[in-house]
């Protein structure tokens, strides 16, 4: 089941701000949409606002155009739904011989 934003402050205190509550509803689409396991969604959504407690509502602009979301965000979601990341490599190891 895909959440809303609306739904982020039922699964955490920590979406105080509509931006915290999309950042949220973000993750937890992701990693449901990636594992399709939605106790790890929530997990993981509820982390990632816990590991970036000072994101705040975006300012507002005047010229009414979209600007980027803060990198912590975009990092933080990259991170959690595991965008970017190397594939772990299998360690060499010493013989002995």
């Known amino acids: 089941m895909p959440w809303k934003h609306t739904d982020a402050q039922k699964h955490t205190h920590l979406a105080d ?5 999309r950042q949220w509803s973000y993750v937890a689409n992701g990693v449901l949409a990636k594992t399709g396991d939605e106790a790890q969604a929530i997990e993981t959504a509820n982390g990632v606002l816990k590991a970036h407690p000072s994101m705040k509502e975006e ?38 011989h």
């Open 59 to 96: 300012p507002a602009h005047n010229s009414g155009s979209k600007s980027a979301p803060p990198a912590a965000s975009v990092t933080a979601r990259k991170s959690a739904l595991g965008v970017g990341m190397k594939p772990h490599s299998p360690a060499k190891h010493w013989s002995g």
């Open 17 to 21: 701000t509509p931006a915290r509550q």
